[in-house]
């Protein structure tokens, strides 16, 4: 069997970094990870400045080779997470500049789209936490800039949202549909079942979550599931998300039990990354 995970980060700075995620990964059967950048702190980038993005994406460079060197297909996405709205707030910074610093982030994921150093853009979307209603508007501001980006430069989007059930998979098909990208140009990432169900309703891909992959969640017959762990690479926070290596023993406990077949297993770990992702399977 051959096993993906269709969301992680890397964080070299505090954690193990891609070559030893890459290494075990492939190890147990790994053939693919999606590597999505870590907002700029999280790497010792405290500075609200472009060149603190520059530095994310030059790790974000550096940890794809070392993952692809492990033997792994790679596909690397940067963005601006909503909680970054947030702690830019908090720091102080007034929303006129931070708009400034936005179009200069996505220049350089424009850029670096066209260039191919990156593959997608993720993740951007809107806070599922409590936040002011300015930051939350803020941050949907982005990611409606990063769908027409999608769009005009025919990428994946990895969006992170509430878990809204009809609400949010209704507004991001709305979205879509106003600037006109196409729905199988969207991820919606960490979908919980409810959530997952409205997505696939509108046939907008999602990843699962490999901890909330349970019988019940897996159960469906899902047409555009992936699936994720969510990895953050921080020793400091254990426990926060799950391992890459738990995918496999999760879908084997799934496949003992009757609830999937290889088949099924297959199709997510394998087909839907391929079309989605558009990688060659190996």
Avoid at 34 to 60: K, N, Q
Avoid at 75 to 97: N, T, W
Avoid at 216 to 224: L, R, V
Wanted: glycine share 6%.
């Amino acid at each position: 069997m051959l096993y993906s995970d269709a969301h992680l980060h890397v964080n070299p700075v505090k954690g193990f970094g891609a070559s030893k995620i890459a290494k075990k990964f492939k190890s147990i059967g790994g053939w693919f990870i999606s590597i999505v950048s870590l907002p700029p702190y999280h790497y010792g980038f405290t500075e609200p400045s472009i060149e603190s993005y520059r530095r994310v994406l030059e790790i974000l460079q550096r940890e794809a080779s070392r993952a692809r060197e492990q033997g792994l297909e790679v596909a690397v996405f940067m963005g601006l997470h909503p909680a970054e709205i947030d702690y830019y707030y908090k720091q102080g910074v007034k929303p006129d500049k931070l708009a400034g610093l936005v179009d200069q982030v996505l220049k350089l994921i424009e850029d670096s789209i066209k260039t191919g150093v990156i593959n997608g853009i993720g993740e951007v979307g809107r806070q599922h936490y409590g936040t002011s209603p300015e930051r939350f508007v803020f941050a949907e501001t982005i990611m409606v800039k990063t769908l027409i980006l999608a769009r005009d430069y025919d990428v994946p989007v990895q969006l992170h949202t509430e878990q809204g059930g009809f609400a949010t998979a209704y507004s991001i098909s709305q979205l879509a549909s106003l600037v006109k990208t196409p729905l199988s140009r969207i991820i919606l990432h960490h979908a919980n079942l409810e959530t997952a169900r409205w997505t696939e309703y509108f046939g907008i891909p999602f990843t699962a979550p490999v901890r909330h992959f349970d019988e019940k969640y897996a159960s469906h017959k899902w047409i555009n599931c992936m699936i994720e762990s969510d990895f953050i690479d921080d020793p400091e926070r254990p426990g926060v998300a799950a391992y890459p290596w738990e995918i496999p023993t999760v879908l084997n406990k799934l496949i003992e039990k009757g609830v999937v077949t290889e088949e099924q297993v297959y199709k997510i770990m394998v087909d839907n990354i391929a079309r989605l992702f558009r990688v060659k399977p190996p």
